[in-house]
């Protein structure tokens, strides 16, 4: 059986790292000539964005044999901005080579880089570079490393040098007790052993040489194919996505370690087939028709794949440390719409999942998260590569979470008529770090098991926003308590609307606390100047150990929150004169040390976000009314408190009651649009169409805030009598009910559902013309990630595709509420009979099925065609 082994190679930018991949791969007869960056002739960066820099952007894979052992060698990028791309490989290696430069104190990213293979568990060898430059001491260079990363480094060159050989085995004595046995009884150490303990990270050899001149490299070779221990993997198909990329052609690749079983072209994934098995070296590729496990390689075929995922018998998720902690507003060139400037960067951030990209409804603004200025210079090279267009990144900001201190209940409720569903979860805090977890608590008798799925999916399905500053929640464990649901009334759509709300109304109700980003940094500085770095440290809300010493400097290791370190090292340039330097990673959120002065500045109103309201919706007389959310717990329909006064541990009559709480004082109940999403949507339809401002919408009023009450007469002289003013006629279309109730439109759709689309579009532009209403027609795009949504004018009809997390029905409903109020239109809805679009208040509205329409437009073309205006 071959043996295969995945390595990566991991160094702080400038080390020599691509060099010693070309260094590699010639001594391993893969290069005729050797490659250097500086002659922009390498085989791993071959990107042009990659040699204009010269420094490695994307992971990249080459493979070699060595000692008969095939080495699938994955080259890293360097540079600190692009270290999630570097994570994201560490995932997938088997062994590491940790690169040093001799000529280069050891720097604060390489520490990171040792933290972060000591978190993965990754067997790793140090590669010490360029110790052919001036100066360089071999021996003081040794102690140093051993001081500053681990006690366990044993220099591996010293193995074949007899006169050396009674230190080496001392040093590998100290590094085990089993060895440390081995060498009291025997006086040597065997390679088993020394195996053992490299494999469990409790030896890490250490390779003088230069890559440059090929000096060290065989024998870095030698250690790892000779020390690493071959697993043995499951027979069940399983794997890992790392990466995902586009060839020159634009087909999407995803990256993959197979990690169980093998993979054959034609495989199904899913509901998807792998149409090619590619392996890489470097830009070049051979397909193959089988894959075997352990190793790396590239499918084409898979569109529904994404960076994290598990396939097959695969499980388990790894949460990635090195996340970005700035956001970014994005500007598209006068060129390009905002809404396909959106769709663009999701695009890319298939490929960059650590872009974050979000659209900010209330702004119209694009906003990206990023690690550096570095990553904003490639973005937009990238972006217009890929798509002919230039966009501008600025107005760089912190990332804040937010998380609560106490577990609380939240409610939510969604009864427009004909609509029903209940929804009650306990949010709970988790300790920092733990992200968002999910559990239930209800049994079938309370709740279906398909409701309490839906549940949880719609928990999954976006990024819920605390009620501070409205930034991401986490750290929360959301657990299903209960619910309701009507056999007739309730659809999928009600249970999304009931789960968000019970978030939101839950948190309304919660302490919450900001969180912000804090880094671990690395300072080192001259040791004169210790006394002025430990006090800004001190003055920027930092911590931090006492000094080490390091031949004339000393290095300062602590935390500190991002917002006040994040660009120390421009200060630290100028006080230290050019000889400090100062390293960080993101060591995680903690509670914000200004969350007051923060949550000032930003002004979120909890109660002003329209998209996520905390508000209930319950019907009675046959209407649909809004209830805030410190009343929502008294107008339940579902009795929850027993079950959470046993899951918090507090008696019933301890555990807050949200009825007693009020507003927020100085804020008023009511908001005007607080559901009316699309207002701005159906404004721009009656100014195009009748030329309409905005002060002649009149804005839906919800009973409960506002009463309806009858106009009082005073003096009945004062009311002349005026013409009935001609009503305008509107038609809202629900296009895919329509479409799936029509036989010929589903019987194209079944084959090509933009055909059915886009023959419905033809068929409602021919009615519109020939009766002369307003038609708008409506698709439904709510699963479409991040999607901001769309009002297109096709020929004389309005075509609609709804944003993210909105239905056709949603949509539908708003609109006819907003203009139901204008009192001067008619308006006609045309859906499905399985579902029944809610009509609130029905002002003039009237529902059609979906056979009733298509029956009318037959009746109309007949009739067209009878009077001879058509052939």
């Not at 009450?709 to 009945?716: D, L, M, R, S």
């Given at each position: 059986m071959e043996k295969t082994l995945v390595t990566g190679l991991v160094a702080h930018v400038d080390s020599g790292k691509t060099t010693l991949a070309e260094g590699i791969l010639y001594t391993c007869g893969k290069k005729r000539e050797l490659g250097r960056v500086d002659h922009k002739d390498t085989l791993l960066d071959n990107t042009d964005i990659e040699r204009e820099r010269g420094i490695t952007v994307f992971a990249k894979q080459a493979r070699v044999t060595h000692n008969e052992v095939n080495i699938t060698l994955l080259d890293t990028p360097g540079h600190v901005d692009f270290s999630a791309e570097m994570e994201r490989t560490l995932q997938v290696i088997d062994t590491a080579v940790l690169l040093v430069s001799g000529d280069d104190p050891i720097s604060g990213h390489t520490f990171t880089l040792w933290k972060l293979l000591e978190s993965y568990s990754i067997p790793t060898i140090i590669f010490v570079n360029k110790i052919d430059m001036a100066g360089f001491d071999r021996q003081s260079f040794y102690s140093r490393i051993k001081n500053l990363l681990s006690d366990n480094i044993v220099d591996f060159d010293s193995y074949s040098q007899d006169n050396k050989e009674e230190k080496f085995y001392d040093e590998l004595s100290m590094c085990d007790e089993i060895m440390m046995e081995e060498y009291l009884e025997c006086g040597s150490i065997s390679v088993e052993n020394m195996r053992s303990a490299y494999n469990n990270r409790r030896l890490f050899p250490l390779i003088f040489g230069s890559a440059l001149l090929l000096d060290g490299v065989d024998r870095l070779l030698n250690c790892l194919t000779g020390l690493y221990t071959f697993k043995e993997y499951k027979e069940d198909f399983s794997a890992r996505v790392y990466k995902i990329s586009r060839d020159a052609s634009g087909r999407r690749?995803?990256?993959i370690k197979l990690t169980g079983g093998k993979?054959?072209?034609r495989d199904k994934i899913g509901d998807e087939k792998v149409d090619q098995i590619r392996i890489y070296n470097g830009a070049q590729f051979d397909t193959v028709?089988?894959?075997?496990?352990?190793?790396?390689?590239?499918?084409?075929?898979?569109?529904?794949?994404?960076?994290?995922?598990?396939?097959?018998?695969?499980s388990g998720y790894v949460r990635p440390l090195m996340l970005p902690i700035l956001s970014y507003r994005v500007t598209p060139d006068e060129r390009e719409d905002k809404a396909v400037c959106f769709k663009n960067l999701l695009l890319l951030s298939e490929e960059l999942p650590e872009l974050n990209v979000t659209w900010q409804e209330a702004s119209s603004e694009i906003h990206i998260s990023v690690m550096g200025d570095v990553q904003n210079e490639i973005l937009k090279r990238m972006y217009h590569d890929r798509f002919d267009r230039y966009i501008s990144i600025d107005d760089a900001s912190i990332v804040y979470k937010e998380t609560i201190s106490h577990a609380v209940h939240g409610i939510g409720h969604y009864e427009p008529l004909r609509h029903y569903s209940e929804v009650h979860l306990l949010i709970s805090p988790l300790p920092q770090g733990s992200g968002i977890e999910y559990d239930t608590c209800v049994s079938p008798d309370e709740l279906d098991t398909n409701w309490v799925r839906l549940i949880l999916s719609h928990l999954k399905e976006k990024k819920h926003r605390g009620v501070l500053t409205g930034s991401e929640l986490?750290?929360?464990?959301?657990?299903?308590?209960?619910?309701?649901?009507h056999a007739k009334h309730t659809e999928g759509g009600d249970f999304r609307q009931s789960t968000y709300r019970a978030v939101r109304q839950g948190l309304m109700s919660a302490e919450s606390i900001l969180l912000e980003p804090y880094i671990d940094f690395t300072l080192r500085v001259p040791t004169d100047q210790?006394?002025?770095?430990?006090?800004?440290i001190k003055k920027y809300e930092g911590s931090f150990e006492p000094p080490q010493n390091d031949l004339e400097d000393s290095i300062i290791r602590g935390s500190a929150p991002a917002a006040t370190m994040f660009n120390y090292s421009r200060e630290l340039s100028t006080y230290s004169r050019g000889r400090g330097s100062f390293s960080f990673e993101i060591s995680g959120y903690r509670p914000c040390h200004n969350m007051a002065e923060v949550t000032e500045a930003i002004a979120y109103d909890p109660e002003a976000d329209t998209e996520n309201p905390s508000s209930s919706v319950f019907c009675s007389h046959g209407a649909g009314y809004v209830v805030p959310w410190y009343e929502v717990n008294k107008n339940a329909h579902v009795d929850c408190s027993d079950k959470v006064a046993a899951l918090t541990g507090n008696a019933k009559d301890e555990y807050e009651d949200v009825t007693a709480l009020k507003p927020i004082e100085n804020r008023p109940a009511y908001r005007q649009g607080e559901m009316s999403i699309s207002l701005e949507e159906i404004e721009r339809i009656?100014?195009?169409?009748?030329?309409?401002?905005s002060e002649e919408l009149t804005p839906y009023r919800y009973i409960g805030y506002e009463s309806k009450?009858?106009?009082?007469?005073?003096?009945?002289k004062e009311y002349v009598y005026k013409p009935k003013q001609k009503k305008e006629r509107y038609l809202l279309v629900d296009g895919y009910n329509i479409i799936f109730a029509s036989e010929k439109l589903s019987a194209i759709a079944d084959n090509n559902l933009d055909g059915a689309r886009d023959a419905l579009i033809d068929i409602c532009i021919n009615y519109q013309g020939s009766m002369g209403m307003t038609l708008i027609l409506v698709f439904d795009a709510y699963k479409v990630k991040g999607n901001p949504g769309s009002v297109q004018k096709v020929n004389n009809i309005y075509v609609v595709y709804t944003k993210e997390a909105e239905t056709a029905d949603q949509y539908i409903e708003k609109t006819v509420h907003v203009m139901a109020n204008s009192k001067n239109c008619d308006i006609m809805v045309a859906t499905s009979d399985r579902l029944e679009q809610m009509i609130i208040y029905g002002d003039g509205a009237v529902r059609i099925s979906a056979l009733e329409f298509m029956k009318m437009v037959e009746e109309e073309s007949a009739r067209?065609?009878?009077?001879?205006?058509?052939?």
């Open positions: 690749l995803t990256h993979l054959k072209v028709d089988e894959m075997n496990t352990p190793d790396v390689c590239v499918l084409t075929g898979l569109e529904k794949c994404f960076v994290g995922d598990r396939l097959g018998k695969e986490t750290d929360v464990r959301y657990t299903v308590i209960g619910g309701r649901a210790v006394g002025r770095a430990m006090t800004d009656y100014k195009d169409t009748y030329h309409k401002s009450k009858k106009p009082v007469i005073k003096n009945e067209l065609r009878r009077d001879g205006l058509v052939h």
